[in-house]
């Protein structure tokens, strides 16, 4: 039995007392639909993964939700294709062989298209954060330096979902590689180390772009959970 008239109390300790009068204003605080989306294992079954623009032409995308992009890859099978039976996971940003499946430089998850899965279960554990869009955002054509904009830098940024160039020599979406300080190949684009920029091929010469980023999240669960705030009982 928890005593909710003694203080401090964390937020966890108060959630856990269950109070109904409060109950609805905790969910809201800690953003309940967000948890169940973002916190727990999913599970895609017999799923039939696809090329995307966002990766290599060797690859094939699941169709991952953006608004919870992966994290971790616990396991996949594959009833039907090239390559059947258990696939292997392997690192973040590792491009997969022969039946091994990765979790892409953008978030999504990815496996060798000559693999042809057609039919294929994995699960996996979502990344916590804020799919933001961010339109016509300017980059240096002759640097191919994107400074990212400060709703996005000062939360951070986790992954770089998506690169949609409507203003340059080479327009339309770029392939997404791991995050680095080289200066990518021409239709490719990635952050750099610090997550503060967007390199481009300075033959695209890109000058406006529309991004899809993933943000760290503006309610960190663990430390709402670790908070002393009583506000709720």
Known sequence: MIDVTKSPLTFQ?????????S????????????VVRKHLKVDQRMVVPAAD????????????????PASTIL???????????????????VTPTTGQ??????????VLASDAP?????????????????????????????LLPIPASTP???????????????????NILIGGSGAPS?????LDVARANVLFAVADAVSQVTLTLYLCAAVNLDTLLQSTDNCFI
């Open 13 to 21: 300790a108060v959630l856990n007392a269950g109070s109904q009068q």
């Open 23 to 34: 109950m609805a204003d905790q969910f809201r605080t800690m953003n309940l639909g967000d």
């Open 53 to 68: 623009a966002a990766q290599l032409s060797t690859l094939w995308q699941f169709p991952v939700d953006p608004q919870a």
């Open 75 to 93: 396991r996949a099978y594959c009833r039907v294709g090239a390559t059947t039976g258990p696939y292997t996971p392997v690192g973040y940003g």
């Open 101 to 110: 499946i990765a979790v892409a430089p953008n978030g999504g998850i990815v």
């Open 118 to 146: 057609t039919n294929i279960d994995v699960e996996y554990m979502p990344s916590d954060g804020d799919l933001t869009v961010f339109v016509n955002v300017p980059v240096n054509p002759s640097t191919g330096v994107c």
């Open 156 to 174: 951070g940024v986790v992954y770089l979902w998506d690169a949609n160039v409507t203003a340059g020599t080479v327009l339309g979406r770029k």
């Open 186 to 190: 021409t239709g490719q684009a990635r």
